[in-house]
C-alpha cells in the first residue's frame, strides 16, 4: 500500500507543481504587460501635454529652440509622475533641445540607452508639418521595482497554493489507496466454506451452482441412457 501511494504521488506532484508554476507564470507575464501598457499610457499623457504646449507657442510665432519654458513643462510633468525617469524635447532632425538632463542638451536622440517603455508625441508647426518630437520615458528603477513587487506577491501566492494543493493530494491519495486495499483485502466465505475476496464471492458461488446444475443434468442423462 505504501509503495502504491508513493507511485501515484510520484506521478501526481510534479504534474501538479508544473501545472502551478506555468500557471503563475502566465499570470505575471499577463499582469506585467498590463502593467507596462498603463506606464505607457501615462506616458504618452505627459508627452502629449508638453508637445501641446510647444505647439501652441508655435502657433504665436515662438520658434522651438527659444520656448525655454519647456524645461519647466519638463520638470513639471516629471515631479507629477515618479515613472516618468526622462523627457526630452528634440527638433525634427533629432537635436536635443530641452531634457531632464542638462548634460544631454545639444546631443543628439540616437545612441541613447533606451528606457523599458518609451512614448513620443509628434510636435507640429502651425502649417501641420513635423517640428520635433517629445520623447518620454520610463524611469526603470521605479517601474522595476513595481514588477518585482507584482512577481513576488504572484509567486507567493501560488507557493501557498502549491503547498496547501500538495497537502490535499497527498490526503486524497492515501485515502483513495487505503479505500481500494481495504477493499481488495476483504475477505468473505462462499457457501461452500471457501475463504476468498468478498466481491468474488458472489460470483464464485454463481459459477458453483452452474457447475453443480451440469453435473446434475449429466448424471441425468447418464442415468436415463
Known amino acids: 500500500m505504501r509503495g502504491l501511494t508513493l507511485t501515484l504521488l510520484a506521478a501526481i506532484v510534479p504534474l501538479v507543481a508544473a501545472a502551478m508554476v506555468l500557471g503563475a507564470y502566465l499570470n505575471f507575464a499577463s499582469v506585467r504587460n498590463h502593467y507596462l501598457d498603463i506606464v505607457g499610457e501615462r506616458l504618452e499623457t505627459a508627452s ?18 527659444g520656448q525655454v519654458a519647456l524645461a519647466d513643462n519638463l520638470a513639471r510633468e516629471m515631479g507629477a509622475d515618479d515613472v516618468i525617469g526622462s523627457l526630452i524635447v528634440v527638433d525634427a532632425a533629432g537635436l536635443i533641445l530641452f531634457a531632464d538632463d542638462p548634460l544631454a542638451v545639444g546631443g543628439n536622440l540616437d545612441g541613447r540607452v533606451e528606457p523599458e517603455v ?8 502651425p ?6 518630437a ?20 504572484i509567486f507567493r501566492g501560488a507557493g501557498v497554493a502549491l503547498s496547501t494543493g500538495l497537502f490535499a493530494i497527498i490526503g486524497l491519495v ?10 481488495v483485502t476483504l475477505q468473505g466465505s462462499t457457501k461452500r466454506g471457501q475463504r476468498v475476496p468478498a466481491e468474488v464471492a458472489p460470483l464464485i458461488d454463481r459459477l458453483d451452482a452452474a457447475h453443480a446444475a451440469i453435473g446434475e443434468r449429466l448424471r441425468a442423462d447418464g442415468a436415463g441412457s
Do not use: C, K, M
Open 48 to 65: 502629449h501635454r508638453v508637445a501641446e504646449d510647444a505647439q501652441t507657442a508655435l502657433s504665436l510665432g515662438l520658434p522651438l529652440l
Open 174 to 183: 492515501a485515502f483513495t489507496v487505503r479505500a481500494l486495499w481495504g477493499r
Open 127 to 132: 502649417i501641420g508639418t513635423p517640428a520635433g
Open 134 to 153: 517629445v520623447v518620454a520615458g520610463t524611469n526603470d528603477r521605479v517601474v522595476q521595482g513595481a514588477i518585482d513587487t507584482l512577481a513576488s506577491d
Open 118 to 125: 518609451v512614448r513620443q508625441t509628434t510636435i507640429l508647426s
